[in-house]
Structure formats: C-alpha cells, structure tokens
C-alpha cells in the first residue's frame, strides 16, 4: 500500500517550514482507495512570493485547522504505507518535522518519483513534475496546490510501476540497506557508491554540469552523505539541484585543507561563502615604552606598525603570542596578554622572571624579547617542507613554505631521496599564499611539533 503525498509550505526550510496545504491519496497498486486533503493553518505567516506561486495567503489559511489538528488523520492514513512524494526528501522531511514539534516521532518508508523516473524514463531534459508530465502525457490540473500536484504524482507513479522493470527497481529502493531515499533526486546511486573513505576534495555540480560547492573532508563518503541529511534551508537547495559529484583525493586533512581553499577561490562555487568574506587581520608587534622596556602587543593589522607576524583571527594571534611568551620567559603583562598596573599574574602563564616586580633588569629583559623576536623573523626566513600522509602507502605529501610563504603541495614516491630545495620544488604543485592558507598553515605549525617538520637548506 502507497501514499502518494504532495504539500505547499511557507518555504523557510525544513526546520522553519511550515505547511499551508497537505494531500494525500491512498494507493493499493491499482486505485486510490482513500484521500485526505486540507488547507493547514500554519501559525506564522506566508511570504509574498509563496502566495504568488501557490495562490494561498493568510487570508485563505486562517480558519483552517492547525497540523496538530490534522495529525491523527495524517498518521492514520500514512500508517503501514510506503511513503510515496516527487523529490520525496523535501515532503517527508517537513512532515517529519511537524510531527517532532508536536511530540511524534514520525517515520515512514519512502520513495522518490524523481528518482524513479529517472531509472524508468530514461533521456529527459528535466525530471520537474511538470515538465515530465508533459513529457509523458499526464494531465496536471491545477499546479503548485496540492491536491493537484499529488494527483499528478499518482498517475505518474502509476505510469511507474507498470514498467516491467519497476518490480526489481522498487525493491532495491526499499531495501533497508539502500540509500536510494537519502540521496537527492537527481544524483545517481553509482555516483555516490564511487566516492571513497578517504581525506579528500569534493565537488557538487548541477544538471548542467557547474560546480556549487567545494568541500574538504577527512572520510569524503560520510560527509558527503552528511549533506543529504542536513535539513538547513541552504543544504536542500543545494543538494536538490545537485546531479553529480566529482572527488579528489589528498592523503590528509592539512592537504584537503589547501586544495579546498585553493578551489573555491579558483572557482567562487555559488555554496560556498566562508572563504569569500572579507576576513579581519591581526599582527603581532613591538614597540618600547617611556621606560625603556621592549613590548610585544597584538592588533588589528591597521593598528600595528612594522608587523612582525600576521594572522587572520585574534584567536590564533593571540594563542602564537601566548607560546612565545612562555617559550622566551617573557612577562604575559608586557606582552598584552595581561591588562594591569601591578605585577603579572596570568593563570596559565608563570614563566616571568620579574621584569613587571623590578627584580629583572630592563636591559636583560629586552634581549629575551630581541631574541623572541629575532626567533619569529627566523621562522619567516627559512625553507620548511611539511610531511603529510600520501593519498596512498606508495607516497608521501609534501607541503612548500619558503620565507614564511605557501609555495604549493605535491606528492613524491617514498622511494625517492629528498636533499635540497629543487628535489622538493620538482614535485610541488605551485599555488598562492592567500589569507586562508596562512591560517591553515600558522594552526597547524602551532599545534605540530617540529619533529613533524623537515628543514632542509634552500
């Protein structure tokens, strides 16, 4: 037994979508043999635009009941049923959702018209209900309301399993085991088998072939699927027009890291926002004081003159200027760690030797602070290749920095010698020193030992 299911909504994602209209058409396989249709009162109101595709304003919805007062006939009609809708993901998820709100836990098993058309009516332009509609001769009275759109989707079903294919296709999409249901309607089950567990890249592309969205990943098939489960009004948008996903691999998360940042500024993909924003600069700086006694401070990059380190969040600023504090025996208050006029006394750092007491000579305190600070020009002026996993047990990654700047990655054979620069430059993939690879790689030297770290002479 079937229920062929079609709703309007509000439109504010699953989580703030509400229903404005319900249908659903009982199925035995061969005829309806029950309905249940019902505007739905939905508590809040019903943007412009909806009402100018659907028709339904407030006006139309204030009489009408609330879903908690339709609930039981829902539940009931549903009951025992596969749960039948075109692009069912969205439909299924909003009831769901409705049903959470009022204390039910509702749950059914589904189907996807989409995804079914697209296996039994092979060749299509478009798998919209009403372009496949057309397509295939079926009548589609009274669009974008409800009761239409699912008498639509029950005549199209019908088309459906009438295929002689549709028998061992049906099964497989209700196999417990598949995620045939998860998956958004238009993606092929083979594609998404392809994508491994493994660090990576991947892209999402349209049904044009367009890159969305660029994402990194260190198991690429579980956050893959992630996205199908997210209920964001963002992620069903952009799973719903996603027809394809394309991968790549990169042996560790630091690798998928740069590749993924390098991607979306080479492709501006239209999902993707966090590396398109405007990012606040800090920088570290020194400065001496009327009383002759050398600071390290932090600020906006506006703020600090002659920076002697830059970074693209107060957090990791700070946390840097933090270790080398502790590292060169530095006072936390004459490195801004601190605001007070007495003596320090920072809770995680106790390495002062009493510069801020009077007991530590300013002269022997400034050459602590001119080695610290000799040790960050140090850092920014040498060739360093990180070491990462390869993307399999015959290789190794390798990470350029050279005076403090992202050079590029590549990957090298583990059975070739690396001696100088020009062995690792061989392999290295070039790339640019952005904003966001200077994060990247300021967290990770920050939180790696230089143990994990080959210096070798330029």
Do not use: W
């Given at each position: 037994?079937?229920?062929?299911?079609?709703?309007?909504?509000?439109?504010?994602?699953?989580?703030?979508?509400?229903?404005?209209?319900?249908?659903?058409?009982?199925?035995?396989?061969?005829?309806?043999?029950?309905?249940?249709?019902?505007?739905?009162?939905?508590?809040?109101?019903?943007?412009?635009?909806?009402?100018?595709?659907?028709?339904?304003?407030?006006?139309?919805?204030?009489?009408?009941?609330?879903?908690?007062?339709?609930?039981?006939?829902?539940?009931?009609?549903?009951?025992?049923?596969?749960?039948?809708?075109?692009?069912?993901?969205?439909?299924?998820?909003?009831?769901?959702?409705?049903?959470?709100?009022?204390?039910?836990?509702?749950?059914?098993?589904?189907?996807?018209?989409?995804?079914?058309?697209?296996?039994?009516?092979?060749?299509?332009?478009?798998?919209?209900?009403?372009?496949?509609?057309?397509?295939?001769?079926?009548?589609?009275?009274?669009?974008?309301?409800?009761?239409?759109?699912?008498?639509?989707?029950?005549?199209?079903?019908?088309?459906?399993?009438?295929?002689?294919?549709?028998?061992?296709?049906?099964?497989?999409?209700?196999?417990?085991?598949?995620?045939?249901?998860?998956?958004?309607?238009?993606?092929?089950?083979?594609?998404?088998?392809?994508?491994?567990?493994?660090?990576?890249?991947?892209?999402?592309?349209?049904?044009?072939?367009?890159?969305?969205?660029?994402?990194?990943?260190?198991?690429?098939?579980?956050?893959?699927?992630?996205?199908?489960?997210?209920?964001?009004?963002?992620?069903?948008?952009?799973?719903?027009?996603?027809?394809?996903?394309?991968?790549?691999?990169?042996?560790?998360?630091?690798?998928?890291?740069?590749?993924?940042?390098?991607?979306?500024?080479?492709?501006?993909?239209?999902?993707?926002?966090?590396?398109?924003?405007?990012?606040?600069?800090?920088?570290?700086?020194?400065?001496?004081?009327?009383?002759?006694?050398?600071?390290?401070?932090?600020?906006?990059?506006?703020?600090?003159?002659?920076?002697?380190?830059?970074?693209?969040?107060?957090?990791?600023?700070?946390?840097?200027?933090?270790?080398?504090?502790?590292?060169?025996?530095?006072?936390?208050?004459?490195?801004?760690?601190?605001?007070?006029?007495?003596?320090?006394?920072?809770?995680?750092?106790?390495?002062?030797?009493?510069?801020?007491?009077?007991?530590?000579?300013?002269?022997?305190?400034?050459?602590?602070?001119?080695?610290?600070?000799?040790?960050?020009?140090?850092?920014?002026?040498?060739?360093?290749?990180?070491?990462?996993?390869?993307?399999?047990?015959?290789?190794?990654?390798?990470?350029?920095?050279?005076?403090?700047?992202?050079?590029?990655?590549?990957?090298?054979?583990?059975?070739?010698?690396?001696?100088?620069?020009?062995?690792?430059?061989?392999?290295?993939?070039?790339?640019?020193?952005?904003?966001?690879?200077?994060?990247?790689?300021?967290?990770?030297?920050?939180?790696h030992t230089e143990s994990m770290v080959l210096h070798i002479p330029a």
């Amino acid at each position: 037994m079937y229920t062929i299911v079609d709703i309007e909504t509000t439109g504010n994602g699953i989580k703030g979508n509400k229903i404005t209209e319900i249908s659903i058409f009982k199925y035995d396989g061969k005829q309806i043999v029950d309905e249940f249709t019902s505007l739905v009162n939905p508590q809040s109101p019903i943007p412009y635009f909806i009402t100018g595709l659907t028709g339904i304003d407030d006006q139309m919805v204030r009489n009408a009941p609330t879903f908690q007062e339709i609930a039981d006939t829902v539940q009931n009609i549903t009951e025992g049923c596969i749960f039948v809708a075109h692009s069912v993901n969205f439909d299924y998820g909003v009831i769901k959702e409705e049903f959470r709100q009022i204390g039910i836990d509702f749950n059914r098993k589904k189907l996807c018209t989409v995804r079914l058309s697209r296996i039994l009516i092979p060749g299509l332009r478009s798998y919209s209900l009403g372009k496949l509609c057309s397509a295939v001769e079926i009548p589609l009275v009274d669009r974008h309301r409800a009761r239409g759109d699912a008498h639509a989707t029950v005549l199209l079903f019908e088309k459906l399993i009438r295929d002689p294919n549709a028998e061992s296709i049906l099964k497989k999409f209700l196999n417990a085991r598949s995620q045939e249901a998860t998956l958004p309607p238009h993606l092929p089950k083979s594609v998404f088998d392809a994508i491994p567990s493994k660090p990576g890249i991947y892209y999402f592309k349209n049904q044009k072939g367009e890159i969305i969205y660029v994402g990194k990943a260190i198991d690429l098939k579980k956050r893959v699927l992630g996205h199908f489960y997210d209920k964001s009004r963002k992620e069903i948008q952009m799973c719903s027009e996603t027809a394809d996903i394309d991968f790549k691999l990169a042996g560790s998360e630091l690798v998928a890291l740069l590749m993924e940042s390098a991607e979306i500024k080479r492709l501006f993909p239209p999902y993707n926002r966090a590396q398109k924003r405007t990012v606040k600069q800090y920088a570290i700086f020194s400065y001496e004081d009327r009383n002759g006694i050398m600071h390290l401070a932090y600020n906006t990059i506006k703020g600090a003159p002659s920076p002697l380190k830059i970074f693209h969040n107060q957090t990791a600023c700070r946390a840097y200027l933090e270790d080398i504090c502790k590292s060169f025996s530095l006072c936390p208050k004459y490195c801004h760690l601190q605001q007070t006029n007495a003596a320090c006394s920072h809770h995680q750092i106790n390495t002062c030797e009493g510069i801020c007491r009077g007991e530590e000579s300013i002269s022997t305190y400034n050459k602590k602070v001119d080695v610290a600070i000799a040790h960050m020009k140090m850092l920014a002026s040498e060739v360093r290749v990180i070491k990462e996993k390869g993307r399999d047990d015959t290789e190794t990654a390798v990470i350029l920095i050279v005076d403090g700047i992202y050079k590029g990655f590549g990957f090298i054979d583990n059975d070739i010698e690396i001696s100088n620069l020009e062995d690792v430059e061989a392999f290295i993939t070039p790339q640019k020193h952005t904003m966001e690879t200077d994060s990247i790689l300021t967290q990770y030297l920050l939180k790696h030992t230089e143990s994990m770290v080959l210096h070798i002479p330029a």
